[in-house]
């Protein structure tokens, strides 16, 4: 069974970038039936997705983040990642790590998360 | 953009039937997919590809797709049911979620 665990700065200043990592264990990032994701729930308010990667390159993000983010894997340490600058009050969020199955007899759906990772935006 | 849209709340009494709508733009054209979420949880898939149960959840849970509507339904809803749910679909590679219902069963 995967396991996928965030780790990264529990508070960043406005205008910084959020830098936060994807540990995974149980399987592999470099499947080719998987897109690694990262979502975020605002405090009070309800998911939202923020982008994915795959193996091949192939990657897509929010049409309200896309300026602000980058999804890149990282094959030797297993493991993905999420930069999104320039940050405000407003990216204050729990940040999960997730795994979406796409292609022949998968989900199409986000089928693991991580437990999630609170980041503050706060000077 | 694509919206998909939920009631913010449903109540329903214990051994009831809930069902919890979500609706988008010709919805029934795509998959839809649900997950449910506890306070302090990270979330968890219960409904994919409209009506499709993930191994342990319980057959309570149930969905359909048609339309512009996509509907979680949870028959004999137990007190342990009481979460957030989301529908989510994809739309041109990217993810939409609902803004999400409170489930109350009291």
């Known amino acids: 069974q995967v396991q996928l665990q965030e780790s990264g700065p529990g508070l960043v200043k406005p205008s910084e970038t959020l830098s936060l990592i994807c540990t995974v264990s149980?399987?592999?990032?470099?499947?080719?039936?998987?897109?690694w994701s990262w979502i975020r729930r605002p405090p009070g308010k309800g998911l939202e997705w923020i982008g994915h990667i795959h193996y091949s390159g192939s990657r897509n993000s929010s049409p309200s983040l896309k300026s602000r983010v980058s999804v890149s894997l990282d094959t030797s340490k297993n493991q993905f990642s999420l930069r999104l600058n320039s940050v405000t009050a407003a990216d204050t969020a729990v940040y999960y790590c997730?795994?979406?199955?796409?292609?022949?007899?998968?989900?199409?759906?986000?089928?693991?998360w991580g437990q999630g990772t609170l980041v503050t935006v706060s000077s | 953009s694509y919206e998909l849209t939920q009631p913010p709340s449903v109540s329903v009494s214990p051994g009831q039937t809930a069902s919890i709508t979500c609706s988008g733009d010709?919805?029934?054209?795509?998959?839809a997919c649900w997950y449910q979420q506890k306070p302090g949880l990270s979330p968890v898939l219960v409904i994919y590809q409209d009506n499709k149960r993930p191994s342990g959840i319980p057959e309570r849970f149930s969905g359909s797709n048609s339309g512009n509507t996509a509907t979680l339904t949870i028959s004999g809803t137990q007190a342990m049911d009481e979460a957030d749910f989301y529908c989510q679909t994809w739309v041109s590679g990217t993810a939409v979620f609902g803004g999400g219902t409170k489930l109350t069963v009291l």
């Open positions: 010709e919805l029934g054209d795509k998959y």
């Open positions: 149980g399987g592999s990032v470099t499947s080719e039936r998987y897109y």
């Open positions: 997730g795994r979406y199955c796409s292609g022949a007899g998968c989900s199409l759906a986000i089928d693991d």
